[in-house]
């Protein structure tokens, strides 16, 4: 006759393979059947069964089997307070580790650990802080592990806390904790993730052995703190590099302004024959996105395509759509769109976007509408889209409506972008008076909104309001004192009323700051290459046939009734 203990390894391997296959029937037919059969459901077995339900999704089961249970041991308690834990019932296992005999750092290891992946990393912080406060039996203290560590460090990292960070590091230290890879590679990242590399670099620099992950997460380090020359330099010294290591350098150029650096940076991957990842790809058109290159951009469509898996993935549809709009190529964009499995909000935020600022507010309107058909709700950053359909269109009343209904309808506070968008709509309208009444009437904060008061102003010089427009321009200088624009503005605006002396005062108070106005440039994508055009320079190859082509322009504008406005410019 098979011993007890056998019998209860058979059992618990048979509630395993329950687990195994998430089979809760067959789980729970097989604790009904020791029950019914009278056999002893001890502490072992009642464990596993406990498991069984909760990773099955049945957490009320698991709770009634623990409530039963007349004798518990340290695993029981761990197993119902992970359980709770796990699908985030953080009261009840709050609760449960407030009425354990003696938790232990399994106990709070698998909270700290459950609250991380439910994004609640200030309470994650809080219950590390409170573990450490645990007084175990005989008075000594409850000494952290490397999970413990891990875990609080990913919190600071989230929460850009580096005060805790450095609490924590130290706490670790103090508990004479041997700090190996993974604890140190989580350290280089979240003392990067909260602006200090340096500390960073000195963990990495005394490391004893650096695996990839070290040496990708210190590139990655100075890429947040825009060090791009040393997150290049630790790169370069890299003894294996990996599709995570190039594409975090190129995730660093594109995040810095660098999208030509990345775009290098991506050609050298691939003559290292290194395969990218669907997070390359996404760098690689930010960075087309950015310079506009539009050809570029369909080249990595095509790569992409060859690959045959990067369409699964809403973010490279996504980055996908954002190159086509902003390179003004709606046609691509639209039948990317409409041939993708693969939308999420992004991807319909960047159509109706895109559309909006390639002029073509009525289909981006269109659009919105079929959003919410399909069931999509909105968010702030759709209507932003939306506003500046309505304003691309001059839809002034459709949009005074829509903000009216952002609220209303959709739960959705209106911020200071959307106020700025309705009244650059309505000062071009000529609708002055209530372009400044909305600005006025705006929620506390926004009355001191750059981007209001520019739009406000742009309007005002459009259509004469010197007196409005001076105000606006007073209080822009007022908001960005430093910003050499405004006072080219307030400059500009004294010279069309004619007062030359106010004119002259502004000029000579922007040489005592000793500002000087930024010079302007745009740019063109031809056959693959970018051609760039400073204001005044005369340099380039072209320079003759580009100024023929740009006075033949000029007389056709003319021609057609075109007068520049150009009489009393201050400042150019």
Not at 58 to 70: G, H, N, R, T, Y
Not at 115 to 135: A, D, T
Not at 361 to 390: D, I, Q, W, Y
């Amino acid at each position: 006759m098979p011993s007890t203990e056998s019998v209860d390894q058979h059992h618990a391997t048979l509630l395993s393979k329950c687990i195994k296959s998430k089979n809760l029937k067959l789980g729970r037919t097989l604790h009904s059947h020791l029950i019914k059969t009278a056999l002893n459901l001890n502490t072992f077995l009642a464990n596993r069964a406990i498991d069984m339900y909760a990773k099955c999704d049945s957490i009320d089961s698991a709770q009634a089997v623990f409530d039963e249970l007349p004798h518990r041991n340290t695993h029981s308690w761990n197993t119902i307070i992970s359980a709770h834990s796990r699908i985030g019932r953080f009261g009840h296992a709050h609760l449960l580790l407030d009425e354990m005999p003696e938790p232990n750092l399994v106990s709070y290891n698998s909270v700290i650990s459950s609250l991380n992946r439910h994004g609640c990393y200030r309470k994650s912080i809080y219950m590390f802080r409170r573990m450490q406060e645990v007084n175990l039996l005989g008075g000594e203290k409850l000494v952290m592990d490397e999970v413990t560590v891990v875990g609080v460090v990913n919190a600071c990292a989230r929460l850009r806390a580096g005060y805790w960070l450095r609490q924590t590091h130290g706490a670790a230290l103090v508990a004479g904790l041997q700090l190996n890879g993974v604890v140190c590679n989580s350290m280089i990242d979240a003392y990067g993730e909260c602006g200090e590399p340096v500390i960073s670099y000195l963990i990495f620099s005394r490391m004893s052995e650096r695996d990839v992950v070290s040496w990708t997460s210190m590139v990655v380090s100075y890429a947040r703190a825009s060090r791009m020359v040393d997150a290049q330099g630790i790169f370069d010294q890299m003894p294996v590099r990996n599709a995570v290591s190039w594409t975090a350098l190129i995730a660093g150029f594109v995040q810095n302004g660098r999208g030509d650096r990345a775009l290098n940076v991506f050609s050298e991957m691939q003559e290292a024959r290194i395969r990218p990842n669907d997070f390359t790809y996404v760098c690689a058109l930010g960075a087309c996105a950015d310079l506009a290159l539009v050809e570029k951009g369909k080249q990595l469509h095509g790569h992409i395509l060859r690959r045959g898996s990067g369409f699964n993935n809403v973010y490279v549809v996504n980055a996908l759509v954002d190159v086509y709009c902003k390179c003004g190529d709606t046609t691509s964009a639209l039948t990317l769109f409409e041939n993708s499995t693969e939308k999420d909000i992004v991807t319909w935020n960047s159509m109706i976007t895109g559309f909006a600022q390639n002029g073509q507010g009525k289909v981006s309107l269109a659009l919105f509408n079929r959003m919410l058909e399909s069931g999509v709700v909105p968010n702030h950053v759709t209507f932003l889209g939306v506003l500046a359909a309505c304003s691309h269109s001059g839809l002034e009343t459709e949009g005074l409506r829509v903000l009216h209904r952002m609220e209303k309808d959709f739960g959705v506070q209106p911020q200071l972008d959307h106020y700025s968008i309705l009244i650059d709509l309505l000062g071009r309208k000529n609708r002055l008076r209530e372009a400044m009444e909305l600005l006025e009437k705006s929620p506390d904060g926004c009355s001191d909104h750059v981007g209001m008061w520019g739009a406000l102003f742009s309007a005002c010089r459009v259509h004469g309001n010197m007196e409005l427009a001076k105000r606006a321009a007073k209080r822009l200088l007022l908001l960005e004192p430093e910003n050499t624009g405004r006072y080219v503005m307030l400059a500009n605006v004294y010279a069309e009323a004619g007062r030359w002396e106010d004119a002259g005062l502004v000029r000579r108070r922007m040489d005592e700051k000793g500002l000087q106005k930024e010079v302007a440039y745009s740019w063109i994508e031809v056959r693959d290459t970018r051609h760039e055009f400073v204001a005044r320079d005369k340099s380039h190859a072209h320079m003759e046939d580009i100024t023929d082509l740009l006075t033949g322009l000029t007389d056709q504008m003319k021609d057609v009734g075109y007068v520049p406005h150009v009489d009393h410019s201050f400042l150019p």
